[in-house]
């Protein structure tokens, strides 16, 4: 997706070979019209998929994600980091260790949310290790939920998180797949044919 491959070279900032900050537009601030294409794209990806419900992870997913479930016409469910005093009993639960913050996080999905017969497509803002990808995997798997795939919005092709998802079957469609951060620059696996939107 060349919108977002050129957002990424304009505002994106590289910390290290494995860290990219992306926080003017994806997870810190919001670029919304940014966002309403990246729901577009994905819709557009996954149509005639069945997809009854979008599954993310809060924080930086939600935005990518309400806006993929909004041009699906279907409800959008996150998972909580943080424990609730209103979501107690009957919850999903994974363990998702993040390599960025470096901690490990025990995420929930209430039952009532996440039924047997939906299709879910999960939506993240980064696949890295695939940690959370898998994780979110898991509660679907654990609602007996049918995964369509998942959306990714910036893939680091140069780890582990696709070669992962893809041995366990699952589809990815990234809309930008990111090569290398090395000597502080970004190069992307793959130019995107097509227009520039």
Do not use: C, W
């Not at 998702?96 to 490990?104: A, L, N």
């Amino acid at each position: 997706m060349r919108l977002l491959q050129d957002k990424i070279r304009r505002e994106g900032t590289v910390l290290s070979p494995s860290i990219l900050k992306v926080d003017t537009f994806l997870n810190h601030g919001i670029d919304p019209l940014l966002m309403r294409e990246i729901g577009r794209e994905f819709a557009s990806r996954f149509a005639g998929g069945g997809i009854t419900k979008v599954l993310t992870i809060e924080s930086s997913g939600i935005a990518p994600a309400m806006m993929t479930a909004l041009e699906l016409g279907v409800p959008l469910i996150f998972a909580r980091k943080r424990k609730s005093l209103t979501l107690r009993d009957d919850v999903f639960t994974e363990k998702i260790y993040s390599y960025t913050k470096e901690e490990e996080n025990e995420v929930t999905v209430a039952r009532k949310l996440l039924l047997p017969g939906d299709t879910v497509l999960i939506v993240d803002d980064f696949l890295a290790n695939g940690e959370a990808a898998s994780g979110m995997a898991r509660i679907a798997g654990q609602a007996g939920a049918r995964i369509a795939g998942f959306g990714i919005v910036i893939e680091k092709s140069f780890q582990s998180g696709r070669r992962r998802l893809e041995e366990e079957g699952f589809r990815i469609e990234a809309l930008a797949r990111i090569r290398s951060l090395e000597n502080g620059a970004v190069t992307f696996l793959e130019e995107p044919p097509g227009p520039l939107f």
